[in-house]
């Protein structure tokens, strides 16, 4: 029967029943596959969010806000548009966002399959397999947090309302002051 509690031996049986580690040396190669799984685990997860965001910000905005009440009764949908509409070909970038959605599922597969694996390692009961994996998901993250940090900045950047107030920001406070006034019906604003 297999103990249901930690234990530090150099004795244990990882996964399939070739990977049976008797002695030291068998013990640290099999707690550093294990950490470099662990590694490889941690940069998947943050590849996955960094391709997610990719593929978010190649796609252009196709929604806008309209605030005006005669524009939302323009674009409410009508009798007309209850006609069936001839299907568009796939344009590049639908092909592009399919392949993406390949690629994710796929490397989704692997990210499961190997979380499900390195539990099973941990679910050994070995004290030092499971150090190893606890050093290894540290590693991993440690290694592959910069490139989660560039992919919000990368988001944060081309989303911020700060690059449409630096529109605002080049018209003068003048003009700002023209047209609070004008809307608020003092006056017309003076040509320049």
């Known amino acids: 029967m297999m103990a249901m509690t930690f234990q530090v031996s150099n004795n244990v049986t990882l996964l399939f029943d070739f990977w049976d580690v008797h002695g030291p040396a068998g013990m640290v190669l099999s707690v550093f596959v294990v950490l470099l799984l662990t590694v490889f685990y941690e940069v998947l997860k943050v590849w996955r969010v960094w391709l997610g965001n990719g593929s978010k910000l190649s796609q252009p905005a196709t929604r806008s806000c309209r ?11 009508s009798e007309s548009s209850l006609t069936p509409i001839e299907p568009q070909p ?4 639908t092909r592009k966002s399919w392949l993406l959605h390949v690629i994710q599922t796929l490397l989704h597969i692997v990210q499961v399959t190997l979380g499900y694996m390195l539990m099973l390692c941990v679910m050994s009961y070995n004290t030092w397999i499971f150090l190893g994996v606890i050093i290894g998901s540290v590693l991993g993250y440690f290694i592959s947090f910069p490139l989660l940090g ?3 900045i990368v988001q944060t950047d081309r989303n911020s309302p700060t690059s449409s107030s630096s529109a605002s920001a080049a018209t003068s406070p003048s003009d700002e002051d023209q047209s609070r006034s004008s809307a608020q019906g003092g006056g017309s604003p003076s040509p320049d």
């Open 150 to 152: 560039q992919t919000c």
């Open 67 to 77: 605030t005006d009440s005669s524009s939302a009764l323009d674009s409410s949908p």
């Open 90 to 93: 796939p344009t590049t970038s």
